[in-house]
């Protein structure tokens, strides 16, 4: 949020790059940095009537002017620097643990990680947790840390033995998390070489080909919204049905129109929802900044 003040932009946008929010959660390609001193010619009071921005970049922006334009030396796009605490711990492992616990829900599979969860033994240097997992109202960062080291593998048991059609979507499920995990755990490294930095931007890939397996469940409020309403007009219209049709007839077409309702309902999901957010986006600054800098250091 300190960037979004700073440099007078809305928090949906990156602050560094020219990045279309549609785009927010799409593998990185190369984007133009930030030219604020463009962004000062399109500001209200300097339009003259008719005139057009050249691009939807300048909409991003949400205060005013960027607080570092003119100012000798500086250049206010290299500005930001990549936060594991605020970007993973605190916003991806957050979500990482909603999408979790909606997919172990949806498989039946929630009763055995709080089994698990409650059996993690004691270790140097892990703490071992004090509460079921579902208890836990508030993560805080040195939570998210101790979580970082133990989910995968809580996950890992109680995702075992998977029914014929359920060894997919666990399998993708699995490595989703793992990859985010993985590149949470190199990027702490205190120093880095090619072949690191290469394995970062590997499982960051890995992280966006797998997360797919959790569109479902990254459901904004307007997106439910659409759903309910979808929902309330088939069931209206199955209530108006149910005062023509014969009882045994009925109870057949009661359960072609569930079938029917849960694929609408998945299709209006899948349709809308998606995985733009800024936090997804932010990913992909730790790699180039770790590049800048060791290059820079050399």
């Not at 172990?104 to 698990?116: C, E, M, N, S, Y």
């Not at 970082?148 to 993708?172: H, M, N, S, T």
């Not at 793992?178 to 070489?193: E, G, K, P, V, W």
């Not at 929902?231 to 023509?244: G, K, S, T, V």
Request: net charge positive; proline share 4%; charged share 30%.
């Amino acid at each position: 949020m300190e960037n979004v003040a700073l440099h007078g932009l809305k928090t949906s946008a990156c602050s560094k790059y020219e990045v279309p929010t549609k785009e927010l959660g799409t593998i990185a390609r190369s984007y133009p940095a930030r030219d604020y001193a463009r962004y000062q010619r399109y500001k209200p009071e300097n339009q003259t009537s008719g005139s057009e921005t050249d691009d939807d970049h300048v909409m991003n922006l949400g205060i005013g002017q960027n607080i570092f334009h003119g100012l000798d030396r500086v250049s206010a796009s290299d500005l930001y620097k990549p936060d594991i605490l605020h970007t993973i711990y605190l916003r991806l492992f957050k979500h990482m643990l909603d999408w979790s616990e909606a997919f172990l829900k949806k498989h039946g599979r929630l009763q055995a990680f709080d089994a698990v969860w409650k059996a993690l033994p004691p270790y140097p240097g892990f703490l071992v947790p004090k509460k079921a997992y579902r208890e836990v109202t508030q993560w805080q960062g040195k939570e998210m840390r101790n979580l970082g080291r133990c989910i995968l593998g809580v996950l890992a048991v109680a995702l075992r033995e998977p029914g014929g059609a359920q060894a997919i979507p666990f399998k993708r499920a699995l490595r989703c998390v793992r990859a985010l995990i993985d590149f949470n755990m190199m990027a702490q490294y205190r120093s880095h070489t090619p072949d690191t930095i290469a394995y970062m931007e590997e499982y960051l890939d890995q992280l966006h080909r797998m997360k797919d397996i959790f569109l479902e469940f990254q459901v904004t409020k307007r997106t439910q919204a659409k759903v309910d309403k979808q929902r309330q007009e088939i069931r209206h219209q199955r209530a108006r049905m149910r005062e023509r049709v014969a009882t045994s007839q009925w109870r057949q077409m009661r359960d072609d129109d569930r079938d029917a309702e849960d694929a609408l309902r998945m299709d209006k999901i899948h349709g809308e929802s998606h995985f733009n957010f800024i936090k997804m986006h932010l990913l992909s600054h730790f790699c180039d900044h770790i590049r800048v800098r060791r290059t820079d250091s050399l």
